[in-house]
């Protein structure tokens, strides 16, 4: 799966417990979708966790910020829906609601 060009990418709100492996993060999705990459967080927002499916297997991961934290972006609903640029972002410790607003703006 190439993250670069995945148009489904979503990230969970709140605090998951990052000790779960692939079934446990699994069970918070439901039910996993193929070509989906799937995000959870700690509560102190420094350590990421995703999930992947694809048709060879499951991938989990994790990133970690050393000096920084990841700007998580919440939803009431439980999980938001990022965009690669958003992804992109995210992942480098960059303000996803900074980015949004930019595009907003730009009218992108």
Same mark, same amino acid.
């Given at each position: 799966m190439e993250v670069s060009t995945s148009d489904r990418?979503?990230?969970?709100?709140? /605090?998951?417990d990052l000790r779960k492996g692939a079934p446990g993060l699994s069970a918070v999705v439901g039910k996993p979708e193929e070509e989906t +990459?799937?995000?959870?967080?700690n509560r102190r927002r420094n350590l990421l966790k995703f999930l992947s499916i694809d048709k060879y297997g499951t991938? /989990?991961?994790t990133r970690r910020l050393h000096h920084?934290?990841?700007?998580w972006p919440e939803d009431p609903r439980g999980r938001q829906? +990022?965009?690669a640029k958003e992804l992109a972002c995210l992942?480098?410790?960059g303000d996803v609601k900074k980015l949004r607003l930019k595009q907003l703006l730009a009218g992108q």
């Open positions: 990418c979503y990230v969970y709100g709140g /605090v998951v +990459l799937y995000l959870f967080s991938w /989990v991961g920084n934290r990841f700007d829906k +990022l965009t992942l480098i410790g």
